[in-house]
């Protein structure tokens, strides 16, 4: 699975970690932001800093509100429910994350089917594998006025796409998916877990990406460096309603200011500097003998490769890896991994893939 070494749960001291972004802790800077944070109650809407931080947040990607909520996950599936009614499907890429790895949620908790396309040519960063087409998810959407089918209520989009590869998804074939739903009345739900990537990779900006979807769950816990929590971006309706579908799944907090804190510290002093990760997993690339043309942001997929066992003669020298798959494995760079960690790793997976091969 991605990211996770299911065989060897326990931390390796001193490791260079590239299993995921999730792993970056709060800086000592972060860390004083968070010490310092003005706080309130936010179930009541008076927590100072967790307002600031949803207000700004709305205006970077050009909505009129937002909400803080703990995890990407229910970010995205407020999201989800905000725009598509039980019975009714959501429609998207067949390796998302919103389908792939949240546990059912939609259908769990919200009676919401899904249906899903695979795009390119399969999973973990082979090809363009989760690349957006318009058009071939515009075909399959199905119409609300006919009862024999289930009616497709909105398109899921992931930017960039994790299983992907870290890939990030073309302007015109958003534009263009976008165009189209505003004459089908289809909406379109953005998962943002690492938009932030996107708009420094792409320099795309962020208020154009949110501009191309209705509902948006934006992650601060992964290339950002922040310990908890995303941001559900959209109209203010649609995120008075938000309000109560967190509430009902349990996510009203209270003196969470200490997080949005962090949050904005993130924002200030960490946006620009993904630009340093997504150098580092091409220099990764390169000393691997992955074609660095292919990494567009921070993940290199490595194929056709025993994946269990280089990720055990890594970690035997301090260097953990995720397994993608039974023949690839990725590699994702983050705020905790230098350039020394990046040449360390480096050179302990050159020699592992060497001797593997060799063997």
Same mark, same amino acid.
């Given at each position: ?31 004083? =932001? ?46 989800? !429910? ?31 089917? /899904? ?82 990537? =996107? ?16 509902? =948006? /769950? ?15 971006? =959209? ?46 997993? !091409? ?46 494995? !990725? ?12 040449? !360390? ?15």
């Amino acid at each position: 699975m991605y990211g996770i070494d299911t065989d060897n749960p326990t931390p390796v001291a001193g490791a260079v970690d590239l299993r995921s972004d999730t792993l970056t802790r709060p800086t000592p800077a972060m860390r004083r =932001a968070m010490a310092e944070a003005e706080v309130g109650d936010d179930v009541y809407r008076e927590d100072p800093t967790v307002n600031a931080l949803e207000e700004r947040t709305a205006d970077l990607f050009g909505h009129e509100a937002a909400l803080f909520v703990p995890s990407g996950t229910m970010g995205n599936q407020i999201g989800l !429910r905000l725009v598509c009614e039980p019975g009714q499907e959501v429609l998207g890429d067949a390796d998302a994350h919103v389908f792939t790895y949240e546990m059912g949620a939609a259908a769990a908790l919200f009676g919401l089917s /899904s249906r899903t396309v695979v795009s390119g040519s399969g999973g973990g960063g082979s090809g363009d594998a989760g690349r957006v087409s318009a058009a071939q998810l515009i075909a399959q959407v199905r119409p609300k006025d006919d009862w024999h089918v289930t009616s497709t209520a909105a398109i899921a989009v992931e930017n960039t796409h994790n299983r992907g590869g870290g890939l990030v998804q073309p302007l015109d074939e958003l534009q263009t998916l976008f165009d189209w739903t505003r004459q089908h009345d289809v909406a379109v739900h953005l998962d943002g877990a690492r938009i932030w990537n =996107a708009h420094v990779a792409s320099g795309v900006p962020l208020s154009t990406y949110g501009r191309l979807s209705d509902t =948006a /769950s934006v992650c601060l816990s992964k290339g950002l460096g922040v310990p908890i929590g995303s941001v559900l971006v =959209a109209g203010e309706e649609r995120i008075a309603q938000a309000r109560l579908w967190r509430k009902r799944l349990g996510g009203g907090m209270r003196q969470v200011g200490v997080l949005a804190a962090a949050a904005l510290y993130a924002l200030d002093h960490h946006v620009e500097r993904l630009a340093e990760d997504h150098e580092h997993a !091409r220099l990764l690339a390169e000393r691997l003998g992955v074609d660095p043309a292919t990494v567009e942001t921070n993940m290199v997929v490595v194929e056709g490769v025993p994946a269990a066992a280089v990720a055990a003669a890594a970690r035997a020298q301090g260097v953990l890896v995720g397994q993608v798959s039974a023949t690839r494995i !990725r590699l994702v760079t983050h705020l905790d991994v230098d350039r020394a960690g990046v040449d !360390r790793a480096a050179k302990v997976l050159t020699e592992v893939l060497a001797d593997l091969r060799a063997a």
